[in-house]
């Protein structure tokens, strides 16, 4: 299983705000993990619309999260940003593309294995994924800085 770039990237845009303070604007999180500006902008959008980060425009504007990160799911931000109906072809509705579909037990090994890494994820918060959040901070900046 892969998870989508957008999904990568909503982790990260949580796990940098989570660690490096009160907020930072798309561009300090893009230079810090040295990513796409435009994509993380997308992504930035969809977790604003998702409730999950505010944005703030102007002079001092950024991103900040919504809620505190011991609030956040990280199994619900998958949910959020991944399509699981396309996990493959079977599990798209009427199970189209698939001579087979209803007669093996593939789709049902497959939803389990999905919901089992799912439940996982729901027992993780942000929190959880940066427990040290001035370490955490100091890499993404040491990188950036690197990067210069």
């Not at 705000?17 to 561009?27: E, Y």
């Not at 980060?53 to 998958?78: K, N, Q, W, Y």
């Not at 901070?137 to 690197?146: F, I, K, T």
Request: hydrophobic share 45%; with cysteine.
């Amino acid at each position: 299983m892969q998870l989508s770039l957008h999904t990568d990237y909503a982790l990260r845009v949580l796990m940098a705000l989570a660690a490096a303070g009160p907020q930072l604007s798309v561009d300090d999180i893009a230079r810090r993990y040295g990513i796409s500006r435009n994509h993380l902008a997308k992504v930035s959008q969809k977790l604003q619309a998702e409730g999950l980060v505010e944005t703030f425009r102007g002079r001092g504007g950024g991103t900040r999260l919504a809620r505190p990160p011991h609030e956040i799911v990280v199994g619900d931000v998958v949910r959020r940003f991944e399509n699981f109906d396309r996990f493959v072809g079977c599990f798209a509705a009427g199970g189209t593309g698939c001579a087979v579909n209803g007669l093996c037990a593939l789709k049902p090994a497959l939803a389990g294995a999905l919901d089992a890494f799912l439940a996982h994820l729901d027992g993780v918060r942000l929190s959880d994924l940066v427990p040290d959040r001035a370490a955490f901070a100091g890499r993404l900046e040491s990188v950036a800085a690197a990067a210069a």
